[in-house]
């Protein structure tokens, strides 16, 4: 089966979230519980892209999702050298939450597809209301060498995983028309 055309807006009625499986059981449980609730508490949104075909009972496998939130960090846990031209308060910033391929696309570019997609998006969002950087949580090793090859830089170690961040002037240089 292929990927559909365009990330959209995770919703429970169109989209298969039991048949997600991206190898990660935290990630599996939050697509398939957590997301849809997420959104109606208007804490977070999930984008994800479908499959092109549906299934027989009508609804789309999901290939791939990200999740974004708006989010601050403490000033402190920035470099020294970007430190010096903020406010002495909490940074407004944006959270890529979460972001997973099912395991039967992994390899085949969608990882990259779908943080391209996650950027693109924070830095429309960022055209209306600013923040200074996109974060990540990483889950793991394998999460933070992804991160890291396009960009994202290691800020600190968050409740046991490694924090990574990227400038939105480094995205605005991505973006820019
Ligand atoms: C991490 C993940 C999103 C990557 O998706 P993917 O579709 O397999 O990645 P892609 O095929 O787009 O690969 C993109 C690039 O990252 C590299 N890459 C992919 N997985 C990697 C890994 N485990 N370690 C290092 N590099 C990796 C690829 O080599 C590729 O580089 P290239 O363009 O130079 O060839 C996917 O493996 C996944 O969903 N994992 C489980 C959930 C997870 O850990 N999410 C991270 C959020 S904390």
Same mark, same amino acid.
């Given at each position: 089966? #292929?990927?559909?055309?365009?990330? =959209? %807006? &995770?919703?429970?009625? /169109?989209?298969?979230? !039991? #048949?997600?499986?991206?190898?990660? =059981? %935290? &990630?599996?449980?939050? /697509?398939?519980?957590? !997301? ?142």
């Amino acid at each position: 089966m #292929s990927w559909g055309k365009e990330f =959209v %807006e &995770l919703d429970k009625a /169109i989209h298969d979230r !039991a #048949s997600f499986d991206c190898g990660e =059981v %935290e &990630l599996n449980a939050f /697509i398939r519980t957590k !997301a849809a609730k997420h959104m109606k508490a208007g804490i977070s949104r999930t984008m994800l892209l479908p499959a092109s075909v549906p299934l027989p009972d009508g609804k789309y496998p999901i290939c791939a999702f990200y999740t974004i939130a708006p989010s601050s960090i403490s000033r402190e846990t920035l470099p020294k050298k970007l430190i010096k031209k903020l406010p002495r308060y909490p940074v407004p910033v944006f959270l890529l939450a979460q972001l997973a391929v099912h395991l039967e696309y992994q390899g085949q570019g969608l990882g990259k597809i779908t943080l391209i997609n996650a950027l693109e998006y924070l830095w429309e969002i960022n055209s209306h209301m600013r923040a200074y950087a996109i974060i990540v949580d990483c889950l793991n090793e394998k999460a933070e060498h992804f991160y890291s090859k396009y960009g994202f830089e290691v800020l600190c170690c968050h409740n046991g995983r490694a924090r990574m961040f990227m400038p939105m002037t480094i995205v605005e240089q991505l973006f820019q028309k």
